[in-house]
């Protein structure tokens, strides 16, 4: 009884505090997580309009796509988006997918046609790349690059013309790891992606 | 008693003052080194995390100050952590709702006000010694002291790298930005000489 009494007298505070801020953390949480929410889908809505200039409005894929992350070890869960257009229409499908960068995870939104055969474009939801360096990969010149080119084995080479739509990408100057991370990001998380879909129906079947 | 209203306006006046410049948080005491050299690229980004720093400093003072009587002293820092930590969530969700922008370009360093050593040091040095009052104008001044240097540290550096402050042009077109201001090294170059011209017009008066 000692004990338990000692415990209070020396706790009592502690766990009034945690308790009130708990509630006040709850309450916080509780008012601004829709707004969170919406922010996170504006975004992602804005950077998939601007892959997707046909697309009407973006309607979420219930089914979930699983894929594998870094190297094997990791599985990641990816939302698919369906881009509808006039006469709703499917005018292609958008999704965010990440991969390692040179100082952190680069999160690209990208946008492929109705047939997953060509790639939309991408656009970087988040990164930490060197300013001035490695964030060129948001610049329009790498980005263009991408947009048309067949979704496959993309290859990175170090000169070549930037303008010409094929699987082969120009590396930025002075950013090669960056370059060579959305390359990856292409190969590896969207070829899973395709590969899922095709197993779930969703494409090659003419919805 | 006149003599006891003057004694308190002077006391509150030192402690404003002493954020402000003679115990300035970076350029005196070193501290929070880390928000002063990862988010000092620009001015927005440092005034942001410098309201954000007067928020939950404002906020862990006012309560570390009301709980001062029940405090056990072996507890005192785990009651410290769990306050600063508490104002810190609210601060980032703020910003994620109503700035997400903001948010993204100062990523893990809003979270890492918890371990931002002039919040917990005031909470131990002033507010769970003092009175509100004190306690308040404490966090005041050492938050508007650590917003101003950010700020003063961003606005060389973002006219430096780029030749913009708030993103408004402000050199001559002759004018050749300076990446290596925008990034880490530039931070330490900035930092450093500023430090070194604090303590250069300051020396002797130690």
Sequence with gaps: ?207 | MADKARGSSDLYKETLLAGLWRENPVFRLLLGMCPTLAVTAAVKPALTMGCCVIFVLLCSNIIVSLMRNLLKPHLRILMFTLTIATFVTIADLFLRAYFPDMSETLGPYVPLIIVNCIIICRAEACASKNGLAVSIIDAVGMGVGFTGTLCVLAGVREVLATGMIFEVPVMPGAFVPWAAMGMPVGAFITLGLMLGLVNLTSKGRA
Aim: charged share 25%; net charge negative; with cysteine.
């Design chain 1, 1 to 207: 009884m000692d004990k338990v009494r000692h415990f209070v007298e020396q706790s009592w505070l502690l766990i009034v505090s945690a308790f009130f801020f708990g509630l006040l953390l709850a309450g916080t949480d509780y008012a601004l997580a829709p707004t969170i929410r919406q922010n996170r889908i504006d975004k992602l809505n804005r950077l998939a309009k601007g892959l997707l200039a046909e697309a009407e409005h973006f309607i979420e894929v219930e089914e979930k796509i699983e894929i594998e992350s870094g190297k094997g070890k990791s599985k990641e869960e990816i939302t698919i988006y369906k881009a509808v257009g006039e006469g709703e229409q499917c005018v292609g499908w958008s999704f965010s997918v990440g991969g390692p960068g040179f100082q952190g995870t680069i999160y690209l939104v990208v946008g492929v046609d109705a047939g997953f055969e060509k790639l939309a474009g991408y656009r970087v939801l988040s990164s930490t790349e060197t300013p001035g360096f490695g964030d060129k990969i948001k610049y329009d010149y790498f980005r263009e690059q991408f947009e048309g080119a067949p979704v496959g084995e993309l290859k990175l080479v170090s000169t070549g013309k930037p303008e010409k739509i094929d699987s082969e990408i120009v590396a930025i100057s002075g950013a090669t790891i960056s370059s060579e991370a959305v390359v990856a990001i292409m190969n590896d998380s969207v070829l899973q992606v395709k590969e899922r879909m095709r197993k779930k129906g969703l494409i090659d079947n003419g919805r």
